[in-house]
């Protein structure tokens, strides 16, 4: 069984920074895809960012030049550095990972940006 993991959420003022890690475990395909989303209050779920097995990154508009998704493959572990954080940028923030067969999601982290 895939479990996810997310940690890294707070409170920021605006234009600062944090890094979100997800850590995963049990998956046992090569062949994945790992995304951050999120969900602002009464807000559909929104893809934030994505990056391949083999490192290929895809972005949101909104967050382009500003966010950064990576991962450690060797380590099951993905990040999203967020940097000059706006307060439309507070939601939860989910980790979300597609394998052969499967898709798992964490269970959130709260990020909440301070005008």
């Known amino acids: 069984q895939v479990q996810l993991v997310e940690s890294g959420g707070g409170f920021v003022q605006t234009g600062g920074s944090l890094r979100l890690s997800c850590a995963i475990s049990?998956?046992?395909?090569?062949?994945?895809?790992r995304a951050w989303y999120r969900q602002a209050p009464g807000k559909q779920r929104e893809l934030v960012a994505l990056?391949?097995?083999?490192?290929?990154?895809n972005y949101q508009d909104s967050v382009k030049g500003r966010f950064t998704v990576s991962g450690d493959n060797a380590k099951n572990l993905m990040y999203l550095q967020m940097n000059s954080l706006k307060p439309s940028d507070t939601a939860v923030y989910y980790c979300?990972?597609?394998?052969?067969?499967?898709?798992?999601w964490g269970q959130g982290t709260q990020v909440t940006v301070d005008s």
């Open positions: 990056v391949t097995s083999s490192g290929t990154t």
């Open positions: 979300k990972e597609n394998g052969v067969g499967y898709v798992a």
């Open positions: 049990g998956g046992s395909s090569s062949t994945n895809v």
